[in-house]
Structures are given as structure tokens and as C-alpha cells.
């Protein structure tokens, strides 16, 4: 493929993420209004391998989206959910080698049965308490105090 054909898929898969950063940002820029004198801290994600979204594009993508909002600062902090399937032959739940191979890596078997590895999940919302008196009005007092003595 030419260097034009993956600038155009590398900038379409950067939008992709992006509309789920933003997607994301005001979801918990909502949930955050609802909790007044506070600041998200970080957002919590869990990401299977098969939801079709690329970390490190979602990471640089949330950094992007989240400037000039409420959440610019906050850390999106992403937990990797590996693919696992059910497999009838060991009656167990395995972690898959490879997306490539949907075959239980003990015995070899097929597993179509998918249990885990789809998710695109925010899964937690890191908030922190903000300061009610702003530290400018603390130094005027502070200030004013000095004078009168």
C-alpha cells in the first residue's frame, strides 16, 4: 500500500476512536455535573481485544477530546480485557493465544463460544473534591489581615 493509503487509514481509525473519546468525555462530563465541587480525575475503561478499538489511538484520542472540557487533565486509565472462550472439550473458560485462532490453547479444540474480550466498557469514574473558596479570595483575606495589623 502507498504512503497516501496509510495516512488515510491511520486518519480514519484515529477518527473512529475519537468519536468514542468524545463519546465518552461528555458521558462523564454529565455524570460529573451531578456531583458539584468536584473534578474528574480519571475515567476508567475496560477494552477487549475484540472491541475493535485500539488503545493507543483511544488514548491519544481522549487526550485531544478532553481538551478544553471539564475532563482536560484527567487520565483514562484502560484495563485489557484478553479474549476467553468457553471450550466444550475441557468444559472451561480459556484465554485464547491469538484472535486468529479461536482454538483452546490446552487441547486444540474449537471455541467458538466467546466469553469475554468484546467489551468497551467505562467501568468507574475517579472523582476529586475541588477547593469551594477560591485560593485568590484566601489571599486577599490573608493579605487584608496583614494590613490591619
Do not use: W
Not at 487526550?63 to 484495563?79: C, F, K, N
Not at 483452546?104 to 463460544?113: I, V
Request: proline letters at 3%; charged letters at 25%; a negative charge.
Amino acid at each position: 500500500m502507498n504512503e497516501r493509503g496509510d495516512t488515510q487509514a491511520e486518519a480514519k481509525l484515529l477518527m473512529h476512536e475519537l468519536s468514542i473519546a468524545t463519546s465518552m468525555i461528555e458521558m462523564a462530563g454529565e455524570e460529573a455535573a451531578r456531583h458539584p465541587d468536584t473534578r474528574v480525575v480519571a475515567l476508567h475503561l475496560k477494552l477487549g481485544s475484540l472491541s475493535g478499538v485500539v488503545k493507543d489511538a483511544l488514548l491519544f484520542s481522549y487526550e485531544i477530546a478532553s481538551s478544553g472540557t471539564s475532563l482536560e487533565g484527567s487520565r483514562l486509565v484502560i484495563e485489557e480485557v484478553p479474549l476467553t472462550v468457553y471450550c466444550a472439550t475441557c468444559d472451561a473458560e480459556k484465554v485464547v493465544d491469538s484472535i486468529q485462532r479461536m482454538c483452546c490453547p490446552q487441547c486444540g479444540g474449537l471455541t467458538p463460544t466467546i466469553v469475554r474480550g468484546r467489551e468497551l466498557e467505562v467501568t468507574a469514574l475517579e472523582l476529586e473534591s475541588i477547593d469551594v473558596q477560591p485560593a485568590a479570595v484566601l489571599e486577599t483575606d490573608i493579605f487584608a489581615t496583614e494590613l490591619t495589623q
